[in-house]
């Protein structure tokens, strides 16, 4: 079985009435790496070719997620333009028109769907676990 990481290095937080961002971790052991196998790498390629297939049906109205320099989410339609100062990036959980699936409303939509032990799934051993549900859940 061939053996790849994925490195935790930050994180996605919300600054009241600034937005989203990306943000260091909150302690050095929050900084980690996990293991993942063939099965997980093969459905997380699966995964990004249906985005990619979904990026086609939505057309217009299929949303890119950048990073501005100071960390800053900006979320936009992919017909306008890149913001300046801005990359594009690729999140895991997003919803099938790109929107980001952020960590309140994944919970919400496990507690609404009677999975109450929500905890469990941002362990850090339990990663594949919330890709697996959010890919799964019904947005």
Same mark, same amino acid.
């Given at each position: 079985?061939?053996?790849?990481?994925?490195?935790?290095?930050r994180?996605?937080?919300?600054? #009241?009435?600034?937005?989203?961002?990306?943000?260091?971790?909150?302690t050095? !052991? !929050?900084?980690? #790496?996990?293991?993942?196998?063939?099965?997980?790498?093969a459905?997380? #390629?699966?995964?990004?070719?249906?985005?990619?297939?979904?990026?086609?049906?939505?057309?217009?109205?299929?949303?890119?997620?950048?990073?501005?320099?100071?960390?800053?989410?900006e979320?936009? #339609?992919?017909?306008?333009?890149?913001?300046?100062?801005?990359?594009?990036v690729?999140?895991?959980?997003?919803?099938?028109?790109?929107?980001?699936?952020?960590?309140?409303?994944?919970?919400?939509?496990?507690?609404a769907?009677?999975?109450?032990?929500?905890?469990?799934?941002?362990?850090p051993?339990?990663?594949?676990?919330?890709?697996?549900?959010?890919?799964?859940?019904s947005?």
């Amino acid at each position: 079985m061939q053996r790849k990481k994925i490195n935790l290095h930050r994180q996605i937080r919300y600054i #009241s009435k600034r937005g989203y961002f990306f943000s260091t971790l909150k302690t050095e !052991s !929050s900084y980690r #790496s996990i293991i993942v196998g063939d099965d997980l790498l093969a459905e997380m #390629s699966r995964w990004q070719n249906q985005q990619a297939e979904n990026e086609k049906q939505f057309g217009g109205s299929y949303v890119y997620v950048y990073r501005e320099n100071n960390g800053h989410i900006e979320r936009r #339609s992919k017909t306008l333009p890149v913001p300046p100062n801005a990359e594009k990036v690729s999140l895991l959980c997003i919803r099938d028109d790109g929107l980001i699936i952020l960590r309140g409303v994944l919970t919400d939509l496990l507690r609404a769907k009677d999975l109450n032990d929500v905890k469990n799934i941002f362990n850090p051993c339990h990663a594949a676990g919330f890709f697996f549900v959010a890919k799964n859940l019904s947005l």
